[in-house]
């Protein structure tokens, strides 16, 4: 089975510094790569995904990069905002396989 | 709101109770999962449900019973449980259309679980 490890585990930021979180994988056969964000009390919501044939996707403040030779990517936050404080969970995945989540990251921006 | 809605909210049950969880979508999603989320570990998958059928139960204790009457409706049924099994529980739907993609997983608010 998939093997999701994240680093780090907590990250804190002033507002406004950008913050990036690695999600490392150990199946060569994964071809999906999400980035979900938990707030608290909330379940876990996507916020950027990014298939196999692609190396980076970039949506506003967050981008995702990914490195498949060497079986992980990162996600990217510039601009970091209060409310991006949260928990970060990667996902990665194979065809028509379930979900496997990483252990999460949390991140706090600081004002 | 993800369109996964999670009745209720909070549940305290003693050990001896009988309890269900429940979980409804109408995204016209074919396949449902029960995750469990405990303090500093990760979302731990507790089953999958594809077309209404289980197709994957993690080695998951029998006092954790689920039910899938329809593609909408997801139910955890809970009988003696253990304080070891306070945590909170997330129902999920996707579309799960087969072997052509893996796509977003989208999450209820939770039940969050005290067994005392």
């Known amino acids: 089975g998939e093997n999701v490890e994240q680093h780090p585990s907590t990250l804190s930021v002033q507002e406004g510094d950008s913050a990036v979180i690695k999600c490392t994988y150990s199946?060569?056969?994964?071809?999906?790569f999400p980035w979900y964000k938990q707030e608290l009390g909330k379940g876990p919501q996507l916020i950027i995904d990014?298939?196999?044939?692609?190396g980076e996707k970039k949506d506003q403040r967050i981008a995702v990069t990914l490195n498949k030779t060497a079986k992980h990517f990162s996600l990217h936050i510039t601009e970091t905002q209060p409310e991006d404080s949260a928990v970060y969970f990667c996902?990665?995945?194979?065809?028509?396989?379930?979900?496997?989540f990483g252990p999460g990251t949390r991140l706090s921006v600081l004002p | 709101e993800t369109g996964v809605t999670q009745t209720p909210r909070h549940l305290v049950m003693g050990m001896t109770n009988k309890k269900s969880l429940k979980c409804e979508q109408h995204?016209?999603?074919?396949?449902m999962y029960w995750y469990k989320q405990s303090a500093k570990k990760p979302l731990e998958l507790m089953f999958v449900?594809?077309?209404?059928?289980?197709?994957e139960n993690n080695s998951v204790p029998s006092r954790f019973s689920p039910e899938c009457p329809n593609s909408s409706h997801l139910f955890l049924h809970l009988h003696t449980l253990q304080p070891e099994d306070s945590a909170l529980y997330l129902c999920?739907?996707?579309?799960?259309?087969?072997?052509?993609?893996?796509?977003?997983?989208?999450f209820g608010q939770g039940t969050r679980l005290t067994v005392v």
């Open positions: 449900y594809s077309l209404e059928e289980r197709v």
């Open positions: 199946d060569s056969a994964s071809n999906y």
């Open positions: 999920a739907s996707s579309p799960r259309t087969g072997a052509n993609m893996n796509t977003e997983a989208f």
């Open positions: 990014i298939r196999s044939n692609v």
């Open positions: 996902a990665p995945g194979n065809y028509g396989q379930n979900f496997v």
């Open positions: 995204l016209g999603h074919n396949a």
